[in-house]
C-alpha cells in the first residue's frame, strides 16, 4: 500500500514546514527557567607525550575557554532562539560566579533571578581535551574535572528562588525546571512552581536526575536519556521500554515522557500513543548540550501552543544539530536548527521517490 505510506511521509513534511514557520517566525516569549548553574570550563592543549611516573598524557595547555553551563546553557539556547528566558539560580560569590554572570550579560540574558551566595563554591565542570600536534583533527576527552560545593544548598536561600521564580509565572509562557541536584531545585518548589503553572495553564518541562523524579510529580513533560529508562525498566522489572514509560508517566502523571537516544532517534510516549522519531546521523560529533536543546526546543513549541507531537519533532531536530555541531558550538541557534529541519524534510521526500 504505497499510497499509505506518501501520506504518512507527506504528513511528516508538512509538520516539519510547519516547525520551520515556528521558529523562523518565534516571538519573544517568556520563559521561566529554574535550575542549576555550572561554570563549563575547557582546557585545550597537546598530548604529546605520558607522564614520566604514571600511564597518563601530559597536556601542554594551549587555551582555555569558559561559558555559562547547565541550567544557564539552556537559557543562551531559549535566548539564541529568540525566547525570553528568565533565569532563577543560585551561584557563590567566587571568581567562577562572576564570569559566570557576566558571560550571560555579554549574551544579553537578565541575570536578575541569580542569587549570589556570599560564602558558597560556584559549580566548575573543567573538561581537558587534548591531541598529538600531528593528529590536530584527532582532539579528545582525557578528563572532566567536577569542582562543586560538598555541603547542601542553604535552604532560605532556595526558598527565596522559588518565591521569585514563582512571582514571574505571572506572565510567563512555558516553565522549565532544569535539575542537577545541586539546590536550586528542592521537592517543595518544584511542586510549588509546577502546581502554580498547572492551574495557569502553563506548560511545564522537566529535566531531572533519576533519583529527583519526586521533582516532576504533574509536568507536561520530562526528558530522559535512554539509558536513564533502560536503567529504570531494570529497577522496576519491567519487560519493555514502553511499560516502563507508562509506569512512569501513570506514577507522576506526565503528560508525556521524551526519551533522548542520540544516533538511535527519540521517543514519545504518552499516555495512549509512542511515537519513535528516527535520527538521521550515521554518527556524533559530540553529545554535550543535547538535553538542553531539547528543553528549549520543547519550550519554543508548547510556548506557541503546538501539540506534543510536533514539539517532540522539533526536539529531536534540535538534537541532530547539537549530534553534529562542532566542538565549541554546543548552543542551540535559529539558523541551524532551521537548516535541521529543512534537510529532514528534504531527506524524507528524497527517500520517498
Known amino acids: 500500500m504505497p499510497w499509505v505510506l506518501d ?20 516571538p519573544p ?27 597518563v598524557p601530559a597536556v601542554k595547555v594551549t587555551s582555555t575557554e569558559e561559558f555559562a553551563g547547565a541550567a544557564a546553557h539552556v537559557a543562551r539556547g531559549l535566548s539564541s532562539l529568540g525566547l525570553n528566558p528568565r533565569l532563577f539560580s543560585i551561584i557563590g560569590g567566587d571568581e567562577a560566579g562572576q564570569t559566570l554572570a557576566s558571560n550571560l550579560k555579554q549574551e544579553g540574558i537578565e541575570t536578575s533571578g541569580l542569587r549570589v551566595v556570599a560564602n558558597r563554591q560556584t559549580v566548575v565542570k573543567t573538561r581537558v581535551y587534548g591531541a598529538r600536534e600531528s593528529l590536530i583533527d584527532q582532539n579528545q576527552l582525557l578528563l572532566q574535572i567536577d ?25 510567563a509562557d512555558v516553565l522549565i525546571l532544569s535539575d542537577y541536584n545541586k539546590g536550586a531545585v528542592t521537592d517543595e518548589g ?74 538511535h532517534g527519540l521517543w514519545l510516549y504518552t499516555a495512549e500513543e509512542h511515537h519513535h522519531i528516527p535520527c538521521m546521523l550515521d554518527e556524533a560529533r559530540q553529545i554535550i548540550g543535547l538535553h538542553d536543546a531539547a528543553a528549549v526546543a520543547m519550550a519554543a513549541a508548547l510556548s506557541q501552543g503546538a501539540t506534543l507531537h510536533d514539539a517532540a519533532t ?39 521517490r
Not at 532556595?158 to 506572565?171: C, K
Not at 519526586?214 to 521500554?241: K, M, P, S, Y
Not at 529541519?341 to 520517498?352: F, I, K, P, T
Open 147 to 171: 569542582d562543586e560545593p560538598q555541603d547542601d544548598m542553604p535552604g532560605p536561600v532556595s526558598q527565596r528562588l522559588t518565591v521569585s521564580a514563582l512571582a514571574s509565572l505571572s506572565d
Open 7 to 26: 501520506e504518512i511521509i507527506q504528513a511528516e513534511v508538512d509538520r516539519l514546514k510547519r516547525l520551520r514557520v515556528l521558529v523562523d517566525q518565534m
Open 314 to 352: 522539533l526536539a529531536h531536530a534540535a538534537c541532530e544539530t547539537i549530534l553534529s555541531a562542532e566542538e565549541g558550538q554546543e548552543v542551540l541557534d535559529r539558523r541551524t536548527l532551521s537548516a535541521s529541519l529543512d534537510e529532514r524534510a528534504w531527506q524524507m521526500q528524497v527517500s520517498d
Open 190 to 263: 518544584a511542586q510549588q512552581l509546577i502546581s502554580a503553572a498547572n492551574g495557569n495553564g502553563i506548560p511545564t518541562i522537566c529535566d531531572p536526575k533519576l533519583t529527583g523524579l519526586n521533582r516532576t510529580d504533574g509536568a507536561t513533560c520530562v526528558l530522559f536519556e535512554i539509558r536513564g529508562l533502560e536503567l529504570t525498566r531494570r529497577r522496576l522489572g519491567l519487560d519493555t521500554a514502553l511499560d516502563t514509560a507508562r509506569e512512569l508517566i501513570q506514577k507522576y502523571h506526565w503528560e508525556a515522557l521524551i526519551v533522548l537516544g542520540g544516533t
Open 29 to 55: 516569549t517568556n520563559v521561566t527557567l529554574v535550575g542549576d548553574s555550572v561554570l563549563d570550563r575547557y582546557v585545550h592543549g597537546w598530548a604529546n607525550r605520558l607522564n614520566a611516573t604514571a600511564p
